[in-house]
């Protein structure tokens, strides 16, 4: 069985900075359309199962907590 990945972006712990967004082959993500508590617009997954695990928005992410890639399948 071939490995599957999914990215999870925590809403309230992004700060918009937008790395990420480049950051993606397979262009996931987006700009979200919501202020979080901290006053940014965060970016979100568009299909997070799409996710091929290879961690290049996590290493650009500049803020802890905000992006995690789940392994969810072997
Ligand atoms: S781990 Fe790779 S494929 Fe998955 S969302 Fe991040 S940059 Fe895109
Ligand atoms: S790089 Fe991190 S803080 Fe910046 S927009 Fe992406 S998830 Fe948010």
């Given amino acids: 069985m071939s490995r599957k990945y999914r990215i999870v972006i925590a809403h309230e712990e ?6 990420c967004i480049p ?5 996931l993500i987006a700009v979200g359309g919501e202020l979080n508590k901290q006053g940014y617009f965060s970016v979100h997954a568009e299909h997070p199962e799409d996710c091929i695990g290879c961690g290049s928005c996590y290493l650009q992410c500049p803020e802890p907590g905000a992006i995690t890639i789940y392994q969810t399948e072997e």
Avoid at 14 to 19: A, E, F, P
Wanted: charged share 35%; aromatic share 0%.
């Fill in 23 to 27: 950051a993606c082959p397979k262009n």
């Fill in 14 to 19: 992004c700060k918009g900075c937008r790395r």
